[in-house]
């Protein structure tokens, strides 16, 4: 297994609150692994670590290295450059309502300036049939952002990442906010993006890091307790919390 | 019990009713009688000097001619003038307060910036007639006609008031009008959505280009016509600095020579004024409020025209 990220010693706090104490992990290339935690345990904070948006908030401080192919993003690398290759979903679908299905897809692209309107036109279209939404919104692709459905527009929110040929992809939760048929429709979609790039998937359902993840994560109070192969941690966890959280016992 | 309280609280409710519509009853009488008063009290000059009122140059009270372009026209360029000058200045200080400021120094920014907005007109006009007026003539004045004066626009003498000066603190005085609305709308910009765009890899200009402005622009544009009503309307201030002769641009184009406008015409004149030029400055009066009530039509049909694409 490649390491894709190297995480060492991360801690990250809010204010005097500390989100985060001393996460060490190697997550692994082309693979998909799934964070899991009860509510409050530093999940988003983990992730939005990784692409520096954990220092957008205020009082946000991090500590500690994530070496993106061996490169620290905490480093001389521009944040800007560490989120063009590592893309981010968010919990709830937020395309840009004052741009079109198709402006949204290339959104980050167009930032870029070094494309022409005909290559844009076809990273858009070649972007929404990996998510499988060409057939849905094809008529539609001058319309609103804002104008699908809830889980169009979290594909949409996807292609929108995916646009930007990211090395990681991370997802907080992309599918709580759906219906089981879109939530499905995520779910495929995320088995066939470890084909192409690495993904890390937040989810608070315990069945969809089953289904979907080849590594699991799990983190409790801001600590991560366990990290391992996602059949491991389902049928023998190591630790008692894990065991806890995997089977119900608690939040 | 319950049925009387019930009885009591409709009784309550229709007596609300009929306050509120009592209310605006009272604002729309208002309105239509000061339009009658301006219109009736107009009427004689109306009569007098017909079209020419709106084509003329020549106010003469002794012969009573009564030509009213020359005070239109300052009204229009000055407040025009200023309120494009300001657009970009106090968006450009909105945007300077929401992402770059630090955050401490946010409260004094945004204390200042409400105060200037409350400064009485009459305070804008002593410091533009004292301070900047000699400062901006030996410093702007002076320089710009020394170098380039033989272009009619900005030909000599430096005067100090002029219509310059009088956009200039029009402009001082309509930024933080606009500065104050614009930043309440960017501090509005959809967190999500910012996230997911500083998410793609974008900076936090082209943050605010991308998704802060659009989302602003309708408000905005609200706030453009909010100032350019200021600058229309105001008196004091310009009566002070503009200098108050009366032919301007057709004396010459210069905008260095002291000029006049609608309200520091009527402010300076109305009090010994009588019969014929009484009724002459009440037409003025009402072409200014025809103007205010256009630019305000204007900007709401703008407004409704925009938003019906369902975003700002
Ligand atoms: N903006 C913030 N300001 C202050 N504290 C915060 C902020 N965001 C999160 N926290 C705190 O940091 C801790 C970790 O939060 P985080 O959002 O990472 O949890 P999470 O595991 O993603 O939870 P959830 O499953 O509910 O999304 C929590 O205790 C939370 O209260
Ligand atoms: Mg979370």
Redesign the pocket.
């Known amino acids: 297994m490649q390491t894709k990220l190297d995480v060492q010693d991360l801690n990250a706090w ?2 005097q ?1 500390q ?1 985060l104490k001393n996460v060490n992990v190697k997550i692994p290339e082309k693979m998909v692994t799934a964070v899991i ?1 009860p ?8 992730i939005r670590c990784i692409n520096r948006m954990h220092e957008l ?1 205020p ?1 946000a401080k991090v500590s500690g290295k994530v070496l993106l192919d061996g490169a620290d993003i905490y480093g001389t690398m521009d944040p800007m450059d560490v989120r063009r290759k590592v893309g981010m979903v968010f919990q709830k679908p937020n395309p840009f309502p004052n741009m079109s299905v198709a402006d949204n897809v290339v959104a980050g692209l167009k930032l870029l300036g070094t494309y022409k309107k005909q290559e844009l036109s076809e990273l858009s279209d070649a972007n929404l049939k990996s998510v499988g939404l060409w057939e849905e919104v094809k008529d539609d692709l001058k319309k609103s952002g804002a104008s699908l459905s809830g889980g169009q527009q979290q594909r949409l929110c996807i292609a929108r990442a995916l646009a930007m040929n990211p090395e990681v992809i991370l997802m907080d ?1 992309p599918s709580s906010a759906l219906d089981p048929a879109s939530t499905a429709k995520i779910e495929e979609l995320v088995k066939k993006l470890k084909n192409e790039t690495t993904v890390i998937i ?1 989810t ?1 359902n315990v069945q969809q890091a089953a289904r979907i993840s080849d590594m699991t994560a799990f ?1 409790y109070l ?1 600590e991560l307790i366990e990290f391992d192969q996602t059949a491991n941690i389902f049928e023998s966890p190591k630790n008692q919390l894990t065991e806890r959280y995997i089977t119900g016992r608690f939040g | 019990m319950k049925a009387r309280k019930s009885h009591f609280f409709k009784l309550q409710d229709s007596l609300f009713k009929y306050f509120l519509i009592a209310c605006s009853l009272i604002v729309v009488g208002l309105f239509v009688a000061i339009f009658l008063m301006l219109f009736e009290t107009s009427l004689p000059s109306i009569y007098q000097n017909g079209w020419s009122f709106l084509t003329g140059l020549v106010w003469d009270p002794n012969n009573n001619i009564f030509g009213a372009l020359p005070a239109i026209a300052g009204t229009l360029i000055s407040a025009a003038v200023a309120t494009l000058v300001a657009i970009p200045l106090s968006i450009g200080i909105a945007i300077f307060f929401t992402e770059y400021a630090p955050a401490r120094s946010k409260l004094v920014l945004s204390l200042f910036i409400d105060l200037l907005a409350a400064i009485p007109s009459v305070i804008y006009g002593i410091w533009g007639l004292w301070i900047i007026a000699p400062l901006i003539k030996t410093n702007v004045e002076q320089p710009i006609i020394g170098a380039i004066g033989f272009i009619p626009l900005f030909s000599g003498p430096a005067y100090g008031l002029s219509i310059f000066l009088a956009i200039v603190i029009l402009t001082i005085m309509v930024i933080p009008i606009i500065t104050a609305i614009t930043i309440e709308l960017l501090s509005k910009t959809p967190v999500p959505l910012k996230e997911g765009m500083i998410s793609l890899g974008a900076t936090k200009s082209e943050t605010i280009r991308h998704l802060g402005l659009p989302f602003a622009r309708l408000g905005i544009v609200a706030a453009v016509i909010l100032g350019l009503g200021r600058a229309l309307g105001e008196t004091m201030a310009v009566t002070m600095v503009i200098g108050n002769s009366y032919y301007w641009p057709f004396s010459g184009y210069s905008i260095f020579a002291p000029a006049t406008t609608i309200t520091s015409k009527i402010a300076g004149a109305v009090g010994e004024a009588g019969g014929l030029e009484f009724s002459a400055l009440l037409e003025m009066a009402l072409i200014l409020m025809v103007i205010s009530l256009a630019v305000n039509f204007i900007s709401r049909s703008l407004i409704k025209r925009t938003s019906k694409r369902g975003f700002g």
Do not use: D, N, R
Request: hydrophobic letters at 30%.
């Open positions: 809010f204010y609150k989100a935690g509510s409050g345990c530093g999940k988003s904070t983990f908030v009082g939760e937040i608070h983190f801001g």
